[in-house]
């Protein structure tokens, strides 16, 4: 659910129900969002989560002493096949920015890729940029 009035880190209507949850975050725009969540777990769901953030590059993973404990970064691509390992795991996916990325006008194959890692009643949470309210301020 978006808001313009008030901005949240974690959809509303599944934030409160994790436990053991593993999550994963596509695209670099997302390492601050990654990391945003990670420093806002309650110390006792700290052992119980993992985050998991892959990208393009390692040249876009933040500084290795940026990421908590709970917090794993691996260069994937959202147009490749995902490995079997990530197939199906996690509880949470969150991509941002992908219009960005779109080949030919087609969100299908990041779209697939991005449900294709979820558990089986796992949440999708998609962010993109309104770029027509965008604005330099000086």
């Known amino acids: 659910m978006a808001s313009t009035e008030k901005s ?15 999550w994963s ?3 670099n725009t997302n390492d601050c969002w990654l990391i945003e969540v990670a420093h806002g777990l309650p110390g006792s769901l700290r052992p119980h989560v993992h985050l998991f953030g892959p990208d393009i590059s390692t040249t876009y993973f933040p ?26 795991v ?13 080949k030919n006008n087609n969100p299908t194959p990041l779209a697939a ?22 604005m330099v301020k000086h």
């Open 8 to 22: 949240y880190i974690l959809n509303s209507g599944f934030k409160d129900s994790m436990r053991r949850w593993k």
């Open 25 to 27: 975050v596509k695209n």
């Open 63 to 88: 500084a290795r002493g940026r990421l908590s404990e709970t917090v794993t970064m691996e260069a994937l691509s959202g147009l490749s096949d995902i490995p079997a390992e990530l197939v199906g």
């Open 90 to 102: 996690f509880d949470v996916v969150h991509v941002r920015a992908f219009t960005a990325v779109i």
């Open 113 to 134: 890729n991005a449900i294709k890692m979820l558990k089986p009643g796992g949440y999708l949470q998609w962010d993109e940029l309104d770029m027509g309210s965008l």
